[in-house]
């Protein structure tokens, strides 16, 4: 062989060596990128309602204490057989409360926590309390529509991912029949 074909033939063989170490680098780039991008999805709330069956995200990272304290009632089930006893059309519906009346709670309070990241919009799940800010306990609520006022002064700790339509049904005295975490 000549010496341009001698060349040419390492060329070739630098060229291939060169392909198989960048396919390699980008399959062990594809993995870090997978591992890297494993996420723990968030808890679901089901809410077992007389018009049917509303679910919402839970934002566990976001808004830890309300959270927490949701689940723990759930779980407990605080919330089985609880009235809407406030619904404000077009603004929101409100359970949580076991007398009934709007004026009832669980034995706990929380600290009022808000994350300026989580906004009332349509669908929007918070902590509803007395105009003490730290006094939320059971009480919770879903908008019927986006609520920018409430934002910086309520605890928004979920968002409807399925059943708004069951959200824009209910009615003051419909009953949340249980709640299912999952």
């Known amino acids: 062989l000549d010496a341009g074909s001698k060349q040419e033939q390492k060329n070739q063989r630098y060229l291939q060596n060169s392909t198989l170490y960048s396919n390699k680098l980008i399959f062990l780039l ?3 990128l997978i591992i890297g991008c494993k996420t723990e999805m968030n808890k679901t709330a089901v809410l077992y309602t007389n018009k049917g069956i509303i679910k919402f995200e ?12 949701f689940i723990d009632l759930a779980n407990s089930g605080f919330y089985t057989n609880l009235k809407f006893h406030r619904v404000v059309p077009g603004f929101v519906i ?6 009934g009346t709007g ?11 808000i994350n300026p990241k989580l906004k009332h919009t349509l ?3 918070g902590m509803a309390r007395s105009q003490d800010p730290d006094s939320a306990s059971s009480q919770f609520y879903i908008t019927q529509a986006p609520q920018p006022d409430l934002d910086g002064n309520y605890a928004v700790f979920g968002q409807v991912i399925e059943g708004m339509d069951i959200v824009q049904k209910i009615k003051q005295g419909d009953i949340l029949e249980k709640v299912e975490i999952k």
Do not use: R
């Open 123 to 125: 669908g929007a799940v």
């Open 103 to 113: 004026a009832g709670g669980s034995d706990d309070k929380i600290k009022l926590e």
């Open 30 to 32: 594809l993995i870090l």
């Open 58 to 69: 839970l934002f566990e990272k976001e808004a830890p204490i309300s959270t927490k304290n």
């Open 94 to 99: 409100q359970t949580g409360d076991p007398t």
